[in-house]
């Protein structure tokens, strides 16, 4: 069979399965350049020999560190599926296994440092799981490139080793730098913290400039022709009507939407209440359901969820039933934008949701504390994001030119 048709096959295959566009995007950039790599071979017939050789190429280019892992992966996974699919005659929905370990080794030394790492963020409590996890990734990368520099002791550490790994850590990292410098300079505070005698790295890691992008909020109106454009005669209108509502009412992050289990929900409470640990930060968070967010959630349990065995309230709407992913609840919230005619720009998505309640309620003069205690943020700090697309708000805040003087040649 050609390869061009088996691309074909399985692009319309992700599709079927609501795969969300940005997966979708992932998936053929990676058969794109498995059908490149057949084009230079001038070979047209599938042969899951070259695509095996097409794959060991690219685990080079990650081993060398210039090849996303995810990258990687879903190079990996296509490859699976058309392989699937060559002996098969089909594509199926699983769990891909997993194969040999792709990250670097740490030796015993290094190795410690990192759990050290680990264990003392941990104990401090100033970050979220998902941060810690972020930041644990990011000093294992510099650790390993020490390793492979041959740097056996952190008090050799000095600017030119760094300047060096900012160059490697480029081809991993090219519009986050600022987050790799930041990653070595976390290390050495921890260095300062347990006594470990290093070079002060917060002096010698650089800080580098970053233009901070505001990202967009839905307005009042958006959000009230987001939701009127869902059709909820439908199950999966009923369905995806309730995962809007608990964004656009709750804020809910679409990981949260995604992962809330029946039993989340007290139904015997004077007003229902929602009970659920955040997947990003581990906190347990306890927020009133509106009546209209119970409604509508009671509706899509009672008359459209699939007769499926499963903890997790909401599921796709076509076999194989399954709890929704994250991408789902994305995916969908993208949909009714499209329908309700709002612009899809860059940043625009499930989390506007989140930036407009927020918003809102600052507007309402509503205390950081309490916008804290409903989003699940731990430190008010963390809300500037919201203050920063709340344009009605800062434009209040704007000076006044009257009282500069006019110097000729300016301002004219």
Known sequence: MQIQLMKSKLLEWLSQMNYSVTSKSHYTSSLNRIAEYYQKLGVTEYDPIITADFIDLSHSEYARGSLYQSTFNNRRKCAYLLDEYFHFGKFSWHVFPKKEKLSFSLNSYYDEILKEFSNYWSKRGVWCKATLRSQVILVRQFLEYLQIASITDVRKINIEIISEYLGYAKLRHPRGLNEACAAIRYLGDFFNGVQIVA??????????????????????????????????????????????????????????????????????????????????????????????????????????????????????????????????????????????????????????????????????????????????????????????????????????????????????
């Open 199 to 412: 070079p002060d790295l917060r002096l010698i890691a650089p800080v580098v400039p970053t233009n901070r992008t505001v990202m967009p909020s839905f307005s009042d109106d958006e959000v009230s022709n987001i939701l009127s454009s869902v059709d909820r005669s439908t199950a999966s209108g009923k369905r995806d009507y309730a995962m809007l509502l608990l964004s656009a009412k709750l804020g809910l992050r679409a990981i949260d939407v995604a992962n809330l289990k029946l039993t989340d929900i007290d139904w015997n409470k004077p007003q229902a209440e929602l009970r659920f640990a955040q997947h990003k930060t581990g906190g347990d968070i306890i927020l009133p359901l509106e009546n209209d967010v119970g409604n509508a959630i009671a509706d899509y349990i009672i008359s459209s969820r699939p007769q499926v065995v499963s903890e997790f309230i909401f599921c796709v709407s076509r076999p194989p039933y399954r709890e929704v992913g994250a991408p789902t609840v994305s995916n969908c919230t993208k949909k009714y934008m499209k329908k309700a005619g709002v612009e899809c720009e860059h940043g625009k998505g499930s989390h506007s949701f989140r930036r407009h309640l927020a918003t809102k309620m600052l507007n309402a003069d509503v205390s950081y504390d309490k916008i804290c205690e409903v989003l699940g943020h731990r430190q008010p700090h963390n809300l500037k994001s919201y203050v920063r697309a709340d344009s009605h708000g800062l434009s209040e805040c704007a000076l006044s030119f009257t009282e500069i003087c006019r110097v000729s040649g300016v301002l004219e």
